[in-house]
């Protein structure tokens, strides 16, 4: 029997597969809310046969998000938009639905990738003032972000559990925390952006106090049944520099082993994003050992993700112990339907809508668990 295609309990939500679809940016969206785009998006993935779909990295205030065309979740309109696009998605079925929440820090107020990418937008060109932890810009020219005062961060706080109540009220299954990525989270747990002399910046702890601090209000908020988890950077990839001076797997070890006294129900392990400087060694399933360690070192369930793009790789990961899940990306906007041909590769079955059943290919007639002829 397939591993990856074995159900996974994660309190009351029960995965069919151990197939998650990673949350991408659209950068559809219109003053943070969705637009038609992202019914068709998120409808065509919904009925690809993951077990779980996780929404794109989303603001939880306007000054959080990646570009102006990144979703928003954080008042009415943006509610409203992101309800009517549910609504459309679950009338046809298909993945359980999970959203990423998260504020990009120093990293807001880019460009599209189609107009300029990481480029920083100018307040006249559409942009905003950032923040940070500390005063220091992310790249060569970029305007210095304004560092976070500690009444600000009970502030911000206030928005991700917002955020995760109005999540809620959507009927989300699922939540992911963005700690991950050089944005505002990973931020305070890594010294290339973190200089702060208070108690949040320093050592690790202080580093790690406020990500815990949002986590722990963020869990509190959300039901109790539904689960809820973390995406880091397992490394900054600066092994050029000082312990001290990045974060490195031992730190996300340690966070990981935090979040999961706090409730956390899985870390999905990714890595970069903190710094121009990094230098990542990417190749196929290359972020794999860090969600490994992570999983050995903490017992919490475990995403890999990264470079993972076919069945038998898939299978290996989970069979094997590494990860509980595998989360695809760029392989699901390739290919929405990577599920089914997984399912077909491993002799397994996968749910799909009745209007495909006419798909199933002859030769895999276990795929679609029917056992009538079409």
């Not at 810009?137 to 500690?150: C, E």
């Not at 009745?354 to 056992?371: A, D, I, M, T, V």
Request: charged fraction near 20%; include cysteine.
């Amino acid at each position: 029997m397939s591993r990856l295609f074995s159900p996974l309990p994660l309190r009351s939500l029960t995965l069919p597969n151990r197939i998650v679809v990673s949350p991408m940016c659209q950068y559809s969206a219109v003053e943070g809310r969705a637009q038609p785009w992202h019914a068709v998006h998120l409808g065509r993935l919904a009925l690809g046969g993951a077990g779980l779909v996780l929404i794109e990295a989303t603001g939880v205030e306007p000054a959080g998000r990646i570009s102006p065309g990144c979703l928003g979740l954080y008042d009415d309109a943006t509610e409203q938009a992101l309800d009517e696009v549910l609504r459309t998605v679950r009338s046809v079925g298909g993945s359980a639905i999970g959203i990423q929440l998260g504020h990009a820090g120093r990293k807001a107020s880019s460009a599209r990738p189609w107009e300029g990418g990481g480029a920083q937008l100018a307040p006249d060109a559409g942009g905003w003032t950032t923040v940070a932890p500390s005063a220091v810009p992310m790249n060569d020219g970029d305007a210095p972000p304004h560092a976070l005062a500690r009444d600000e961060l009970r502030a911000l706080t206030a928005r991700f559990v917002d955020a995760v109540l109005r999540a809620d009220r959507l009927g989300l299954d699922a939540v992911e925390v963005h700690a991950a990525h050089g944005y505002l989270l990973h931020q305070f747990l890594s010294p290339i952006a973190n200089r702060r002399e208070d108690e949040y910046g320093g050592s690790l702890e202080n580093r790690m106090r406020w990500p815990l601090e949002v986590i722990a209000a963020m869990r509190a908020a959300w039901p109790a049944h539904k689960p809820l988890g973390v995406r880091l950077s397992a490394t900054d990839w600066l092994t050029h520099l000082p312990a001290a001076e990045r974060f490195d797997l031992p730190d996300a070890i340690e966070f990981s082993r935090r979040c999961a006294t706090l409730g956390a129900d899985w870390i999905d392990a990714s890595s970069g994003g903190i710094s121009p400087q990094q230098k990542v060694k990417a190749g196929p399933g290359f972020q794999v050992p860090f969600a490994e360690a992570i999983r050995r070192e903490t017992k919490l369930p475990v995403i890999a993700v990264g470079l993972i793009t076919e069945p038998q790789q898939a299978e290996d990961i989970v069979a094997s112990g590494q990860a509980d899940m595998v989360a695809l990306a760029r392989a699901m906007l390739y290919d929405p339907h990577w599920p089914w041909h997984a399912a077909a590769a491993l002799g397994a079955s996968v749910e799909v809508p009745r209007q495909y059943w006419r798909s199933r290919p002859r030769e895999h007639p276990q795929l679609f668990g029917l056992s009538a002829h079409l």
